[in-house]
């Protein structure tokens, strides 16, 4: 069924996810800080049925389902609550689906005050990085109100391989910053793994090729431990971003009382990776600092 | 074609290996330090070609490999160049086949030693686990001569899925502590990622189901994820063996200049298990002390 949604940030995520949305066949109106983006979006999608609106708010008047992908608690604050946010300007019963991978808290808060406003908000972080987003086959963790979530996946179905809802505003958040903890690990584990073979004079491509058929096997390995030792480090999710949401989850872990030691760790080589002019290396670049 | 070989250890993983070898239907005579179990062995085989050695020594007269899976490097230098050790027996031209997990100047050592002697050494730890010794699906990763690399491998694939030369005496071993360094990595991640989750309490079965099709997939994730969430601990490759094997990445990381900054504090961290009384539980117990 054809709808009327809003996209609010149309960054290397949201830039993609919206033009999925407007093949899908939805009147799709989008918002940028930056508003030239928001033309050249436009004019590539010249083709459907899109429109460009100057603030959140006016983006958001009579759609059904307004979309964001921003950069962090802040911007997401400015776009649903903010003076021209689109909180106040959505229809009542809309929803508003948070793409940003931002902190529990800021889920739990504006869930609150959407509640309170006759609207929903579901926090939906994402995961298949950029590549996911071009391909439409993210995945998607979904914080929230179940009615809400299931009228929304049809629509986010549009970007999506997976759209799951792990339960209350909050939780989607939640399942991200574990996906982020277990990614860490897996990529420092490989990294020293992979330097030291190195170092060692051993055949490191023959290794990961013979090692990634049991135990030790990862996306990680598979997909990154080649480039690693080839030394290249454009592929995607960056160092910068990587920090950001480590720091969510060290926030989040010492809020609850629990331990990531190794997270923490992992989290200051990145900062040494950002030291080393790394900041838009993707995040495998963490072996760099190993060689 | 019908081999006469030897078995030295008879453990949890040489037992079945040992096994795999004689319905093969190769002359399998097996040693074991404790001879009631290699008695046990060969009751249990009684229906193939088996017989029990005394000594080292006396199981590799006239065998043509000699296949063995002892603890250490001190208990190898006692099967191959001790008072009753294997190499002062075996036939020239015969190959030394070592599965011990070990370090790789042991291997370096004893190649060199077997080579002056007229018989060669392959260093070939494996992994895969117990379950892969029962199955015989065991992946074995070796170092040494090309020559008697390929004499050894269609005996060796009784007990193995893949068996691969990575290089020269030594280069099985040092792929098999970069296998060791990537799942300590994997494992920690994954451990904190499960932890903290659950003390978030969000369904952390179903997160993992959501996040193991994206880039925090691994094989831990998928085996172990589960199990972690259920406290289940008794899945194999135990506490005591993995910190003999990381033991022996930082002894050998040390001697190359090469950095394991997280595998040192995992090593530390599984000393803790230990001092729980985990020293048996699999090496997924990690996240007992983030509990």
Redesign the interface.
């Known amino acids: 069924m054809k709808q009327k949604v809003a996209f609010l940030g149309l960054g290397v995520m949201g830039g993609p996810m919206a033009g999925h949305l407007a093949k899908a066949g939805h009147h799709v109106t989008v918002y940028n800080r930056t508003r030239s983006k928001a033309e050249q979006w436009q004019t590539q999608h010249a083709q459907w049925d899109v429109a460009v609106a100057d603030s959140p708010a006016s983006a958001a008047q009579q759609a059904e389902f307004i979309f964001a992908c921003v950069g962090n608690d802040h911007d997401l604050r400015e776009v649903t609550v903010g003076p021209s946010g689109a909180f106040h300007a959505m229809p009542k019963g809309g929803v508003f689906v948070d793409h940003t991978t931002a902190s ?1 808290e800021i889920a739990r808060e504006l869930g609150v005050q959407a509640q309170s406003m006759g609207i929903t908000f579901l926090d939906a972080p994402v ?3 950029q590549a ?1 987003a071009v391909n439409a086959t993210l ?1 998607v ?1 979904v914080g929230g109100d179940q009615a809400a979530f299931d009228r929304t996946k049809p629509v986010a179905m549009a970007f999506s ?2 759209f ?1 809802r ?2 209350d505003n909050g ?1 989607g958040q ?2 991200k ?14 990294a ?6 190195m ?2 004079g ?3 491509k ?2 990961l090729e ?2 990634s ?9 598979e ?1 990154r431990g080649p480039t690693m030792v080839d030394d290249k480090f454009d592929f995607g ?1 960056a160092v910068d971003w990587m920090r950001k949401d480590l720091g969510l ?1 060290l926030d ?2 010492k809020q ?8 923490a ?2 989290d200051q ?1 990145y900062g040494d990776v950002q030291r080393m002019g790394g900041q838009r290396w993707d995040t495998s670049s963490l072996i760099k600092r ?1 060689r």
């Open positions: 529990a995961s298949g990085g996911g995945t963790m391989k997976a799951t792990v339960g939780c939640l399942a910053m574990v996906n982020q903890i277990c990614v860490a690990g897996a990529i420092q584990g490989l020293e793994g992979i330097a030291f073979g170092r060692a051993i055949d490191m023959l290794v013979i090692i058929k049991g135990a030790a096997q990862s996306w990680q390995m997909h999710f989850c989040e872990a609850r009382g629990a331990l990531l030691p190794i997270t760790l992992i080589f190993l």
